[in-house]
C-alpha cells in the first residue's frame, strides 16, 4: 500500500486547509484510514479516522467540531477538512492505513503510513 498525503500549507489562524491522502496497491484488508498528526517536541496523535466501507468516522477531541473526514471510494481517497484552525494544530499530518476498526485511534493499528504533510497556522 502506497499513501500520497498532500494539501498542507500556511493559514492565519481561523482559516481553513483540506487535506488529501491517496492510496493505491494492495489496499485489501486495510479496513480503516486514519489521520496523525505530529508536532516539534510532542508524540504523534491521532486527530480522525474513517472505515472504507460504512464512512463511520472517529475524532479527537481537540478537532471535534473543526475538522471533517471523508472519503472517496472510488478514488480510493481519504479527505480531512480543517476549518477554525489555531496554532495549536500546526504539525506534521500524517495519513495511515489500517486493519482493525475498532482500535481507530492507536496508531499501533496503522501498518502504512505517508510521507507527512506540513500545515503551519499563524496566529
Known amino acids: 500500500v502506497q499513501l500520497q498525503a498532500c494539501g498542507g500549507g500556511l493559514v492565519q489562524a481561523g482559516g481553513s486547509l483540506r487535506l488529501s491522502c491517496a492510496a493505491s496497491?494492495?489496499?485489501?484488508?486495510?479496513?480503516?484510514m486514519g489521520w496523525f498528526r505530529q508536532a516539534p517536541g510532542k508524540e504523534r496523535e491521532f486527530v480522525a479516522a474513517i472505515t472504507w466501507s460504512r464512512g463511520n468516522t472517529f475524532y479527537a477531541d481537540s478537532v471535534k467540531g473543526r475538522f471533517t473526514i471523508s472519503r472517496d471510494n472510488a478514488k480510493n481517497t481519504v479527505y480531512l477538512q480543517m476549518n477554525s484552525l489555531k496554532p495549536e494544530d500546526t504539525a506534521v499530518y500524517y495519513c495511515?492505513?489500517?486493519?482493525?476498526?475498532?482500535?481507530?485511534?492507536?496508531?499501533?493499528?496503522?501498518?502504512?503510513w505517508g510521507q507527512g504533510t506540513q500545515v503551519t497556522v499563524s496566529s
Open positions: 495511515a492505513a489500517g486493519r482493525d476498526i475498532t482500535l481507530a485511534t492507536l496508531s499501533g493499528n496503522y501498518d502504512y
Open positions: 496497491g494492495r489496499t485489501f484488508g486495510r479496513s480503516i
